[in-house]
């Protein structure tokens, strides 16, 4: 299992973007890197996967540099609706593992 | 489309006790899963199933049984709960992408 290693909490203000980095220094080559958004009380919820360089969707943006040792996950101009926990996850095979995950705060 | 459903949602066990959490999803994925959340902590795997028929051992699984009872569900059982084993249950799904889909949880306290 490539384990991974993210800040524990970051804080932030609302309309600001929030860049989390995850190290994930023994990723391999078939390893997909996937984020995910947990609220409390709620299961998690998939953001985003990439393999490498960068990959977009509606609400998020992974940045994958070349030799794949790191991974960033952007949240462009935040709300409060955007606090939550973020788990990066690095797997290519089924025995998929969450790491302690990134506490954001979004304040006003 | 319910995606992912777990029962009971909530359950309050005396320690010695047994029960088993039911899991099922409608989205024919093959690969499930169970995991514990403890509060303030991150998810661990206890058990997963990557196709019907088949089951294995996560982080976690000692205290714990499970059943992959066809296509659609997967169950977990604690056969003499323990304190230690109060905690939120979170079941999944995995899409062939290696997407998870999460139920709603399962908030387990024992006595």
């Known amino acids: 299992l490539a384990k991974t290693t993210q800040p524990i909490s970051m804080d932030s203000y609302e309309g600001q973007e929030v860049n989390i980095t995850c190290s994930h220094n023994?990723?391999?080559?078939?390893?997909?890197i996937t984020w995910y958004q947990q609220f409390p009380s709620q299961g998690p919820r998939f953001i985003i996967q990439?393999?490498?360089t960068k990959v977009t969707n509606e609400v998020a943006s992974l940045f994958i540099p070349a030799d794949r040792k790191s991974s960033t996950l952007s949240l462009p101009r935040v709300s409060l609706s955007d606090t939550a926990v973020y788990y990066c996850l690095v797997e290519n095979d089924y025995k998929l593992s969450f790491g302690a995950g990134t506490t954001v705060t979004v304040r006003a | 489309n319910a995606g992912v459903t777990q029962t009971p949602k909530f359950q309050v066990l005396k320690t010695g006790q047994s029960m088993t959490l039911q899991c099922a999803q409608d989205?024919?994925?093959?690969?499930m899963y169970w995991y514990r959340q403890d509060p303030g902590m991150g998810l661990r795997l206890i058990y997963y199933?990557?196709?019907?028929?088949?089951?294995d051992k996560g982080e976690v699984p000692n205290g714990y049984n499970v059943s992959r009872l066809n296509k659609r569900e997967f169950s977990l059982r604690l056969e003499s709960a323990a304190p230690s084993q109060t905690s939120v249950y979170f079941c999944?799904?995995?899409?062939?992408?290696?997407?998870?889909?999460f139920g709603e949880g399962s908030r387990l306290t024992v006595l």
């Open positions: 999944a799904s995995m899409t062939n992408t290696g997407e998870l889909f």
């Open positions: 023994n990723i391999a080559t078939n390893d997909y």
């Open positions: 199933s990557a196709s019907e028929g088949t089951t």
């Open positions: 989205m024919n994925h093959n690969s």
């Open positions: 990439g393999y490498k």
